[in-house]
């Protein structure tokens, strides 16, 4: 079979990622095309990148709802080794015979042959050919696959004269083969900066919005080059920990977490950022290693199934996360029941959990509002709605949450 692989950071996945998608399937040359969404793309690192797993999912979104009948998928395997993700290595990793069969596999795609080789396409633009020879080892990507170039009407590059050249510079003749893309061409940082989503599918616009992406990105430049470094590299880890809805939730609280920050105390940006975005790293953790984590954490403080999750947090994130400092520790401990005597911080992340842009639980207008204008009168909404609700449910309120609720003025 042979398999077209398209690499890139997708930030967002727009309508010139399906034209190409689209030319490259038409084209014959390749059966099934599989995007990888980049991890670590080492020409795009730091403030202005989409954290990896928003990416990852709203190609994955995008594919369900866009290519149900074709045969496009979408790779996690940037995610799965550690290191700066070079093309090289992503090829190198996606063609072990193990990992593609059992991708294939879990794609609907049975080989009656379980031998059967595959040949490789590596998918880009034309506008790489005259300098593709200075690709990071350029000779070892030709020899483990080849290149499925795309060119567009008018695109500039003579592409037989490219392609002869580069026959003859590599000893081994690669194997590059060309495809017509016609239709729609995109630039993802004009999508970014402009909002400009007429150039982004129905499904990718709806993902943006509801993740508020692309809104806030300069809150980045209130923190420091260390942390942008951990926020990244727990995304990637956090991928390992939690299905998509909980993670897209815990990264949202991050960077809300951030905003409010930003507002409130711009020396909380760094671990605002942190400890919202990894509050509820422990909450899909088997339940015995929660109570034990719990335990370890706060003794028999929380030993409702419910609350476990808060202090197993604090021991995750210290044990896998490099977390050491305790404010941002007790944010993480006490982000679900709160407590007497709250810091700003973990005021802070207790109502991002509440209001991320995800979550559509009740009309959270004026919640949102008084977020930024008055942050204990947003949490007495905030907790006093969720304690009508424990109550309705005939439970008890957490001796911790009474502590705080008298402490921010509700008398319940
Ligand atoms: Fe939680
Ligand atoms: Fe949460």
């Known amino acids: ?74 790779s996690d395997i940037e995610f799965t080794y550690s290191g700066t993700s070079f093309t090289l290595t992503t090829i190198r990793e996606i063609s072990k015979p193990s990992y593609i069969r059992t991708f294939l596999e879990a794609n609907g795609i049975k080989s009656s042959d379980a031998k059967e080789k595959h040949s490789f396409f590596w998918i880009t633009g034309s506008d790489v050919l005259p300098t593709f020879e200075k690709w990071r080892e350029a000779d070892k990507i030709l020899e483990l696959s080849g290149l499925l170039v795309a060119s567009r009407p008018g695109d500039g590059v003579d592409v037989k004269e490219q392609v002869g050249r580069l026959n003859s510079l590599f000893k081994d003749k690669p194997d590059i083969r060309v ?85 409130y105390d711009k020396n909380l940006c760094d671990r605002a950022l942190i400890a919202g ?62 407590r007497g005597g709250m810091s700003l911080l973990e005021k802070i992340v207790y109502l991002a959990d509440k209001l991320e842009p995800a979550r559509t639980y009740a009309d959270l207008s004026r919640e949102r509002e008084l977020a930024v204008t008055d942050i204990d009168a947003a949490l007495r909404l905030c907790v006093g709605s969720t304690v009508n609700k424990i109550k309705s449910r005939g439970q008890d309120v957490h001796p911790l949450t009474l502590d705080f609720m008298n402490d921010i003025g509700i008398y319940g």
């Open 179 to 263: 495809f017509d893309v016609k239709g729609f061409e995109a630039a993802s940082s004009q999508i970014r900066k402009n909002h400009d989503y007429v150039k982004v599918s129905k499904t990718v616009d709806e993902f943006i919005r509801t993740h508020n992406l692309y809104r806030e990105d300069d809150l980045f430049d209130l923190v420091s080059d260390e942390t942008i470094e951990s926020y990244y590299e727990n995304a990637i880890k956090l991928y390992r920990y939690l299905g998509q809805k909980r993670l897209l939730h815990t990264l949202n609280v991050g960077l809300l977490s951030l905003k409010y920050a930003s507002v």
């Open 277 to 338: 975005e990894l509050h509820d790293c422990a909450k899909e953790l088997d339940e015995t290693l929660q109570r034990e984590m719990a335990i370890e954490q706060s003794g028999d403080l929380f030993d409702e199934k419910k609350l476990l999750h808060s202090p197993a947090g604090a021991v995750l994130a210290q044990r896998e996360f490099g977390v050491t400092d305790p404010g941002v520790i007790d944010a993480i401990t006490y982000h679900t029941t709160g």
């Open 1 to 74: 079979m042979n398999i077209g692989l398209l690499g890139g950071s997708f930030d967002p996945f727009h309508k010139g990622h399906e034209s190409l998608i689209k030319g490259a399937l038409r084209s014959g040359i390749v059966d099934v095309v599989i995007l990888i969404p980049s991890a670590r793309n080492p020409f795009k690192r730091g403030r202005g990148v989409t954290a990896a797993p928003y990416r990852f999912y709203m190609v994955k979104d995008a594919v369900e709802a866009d290519f149900k009948k074709d045969k496009v998928f979408v």
